[in-house]
């Protein structure tokens, strides 16, 4: 049982790159969420799912796509990527917001 | 808009001291409320959930004061390793991701 895993661990990117952060969990969760997190910023949602083949928009998700194909696969894709998208991306799951939000272990991001 | 806010420290305490820090909440529907840990550079893991009775976990102890609403952590006894960011997260019950705030965090420093 791996629990949430994030790929890659750390991504230099020049400006206008896209990219695609990729997330996996093995606990059969329907919820899934992505995060960045900056100092002084605290986590800030981007976008999340309540099962496959639904996703829906958080608090900062311009820039940013997602899918959920799949009950366990929930990848981020930077469209065109830039500097202010320079952070720590964590990926989430829980079988409900009001269970145990487990985490990944982050994917560092630095846009040049 | 500050709908979860925390002292963000750093709290500088000595290792065998009691220490408690709050976390106070905006929105009077907020439903379940819980404390994470988050270290250095890694993710943030649930250090535990916080019950309308209070619940107490080892040298741990969560309390909830809907009147003023607001949670609390108390650390009895504290160790070194519990050094760390704790992130108080609440949870106003929308049935997705964008129904949990996160605090951006106490950062306690425990000293020897």
């Known amino acids: 049982n791996a629990g949430v895993t994030q790929t890659p661990k750390f991504q230099v990117l020049k400006t206008g790159q896209s990219m695609t952060l990729q997330c996996a969990q093995d606990?059969?969760?329907?919820?899934m969420s992505w995060y960045r997190q900056d100092p002084g910023m605290g986590l800030r949602l981007i976008h999340y799912?309540?099962?496959?083949?639904?996703?829906d928009q958080g608090e900062v998700p311009n820039g940013y796509n997602v899918s959920r194909s799949t009950t366990e696969d929930f990848p981020l894709r930077l469209l065109s990527a830039a500097p202010s998208q320079t952070s720590v991306y964590f990926c989430?799951?829980?079988?409900?917001?009001?269970?145990?939000?487990?985490f990944g272990p982050g994917t560092r991001l630095t846009v040049l | 808009r500050k709908e979860v806010e925390q002292d963000p420290g750093p709290f500088n305490v000595p290792e065998g001291a009691t220490v408690a820090f709050n976390c106070t909440y905006s929105?009077?529907?907020?439903?379940?409320f819980f404390w994470y840990r988050q270290d250095c550079r890694k993710e943030p893991k649930l250090l535990m959930s916080?019950?309308?009775s209070g619940n107490e976990d080892g040298r741990f102890t969560a309390q909830l004061n809907r009147a003023s609403q607001y949670i609390s952590l108390l650390i009895r006894d504290s160790k070194l390793s519990d050094s760390a960011t704790y992130l108080c997260?609440?949870?106003?019950?929308?049935?997705?991701?964008?129904?949990?705030?996160f605090g951006k965090g106490t950062h306690l420093i425990i000293q020897p």
């Open positions: 916080v019950y309308s």
């Open positions: 799912s309540v099962g496959a083949g639904i996703t």
């Open positions: 997260v609440v949870n106003i019950g929308t049935g997705g991701a964008d129904g949990l705030t």
């Open positions: 989430a799951s829980s079988y409900s917001t009001a269970d145990t939000q487990y």
């Open positions: 606990m059969n969760h329907e919820y």
């Open positions: 929105n009077s529907a907020s439903q379940s």
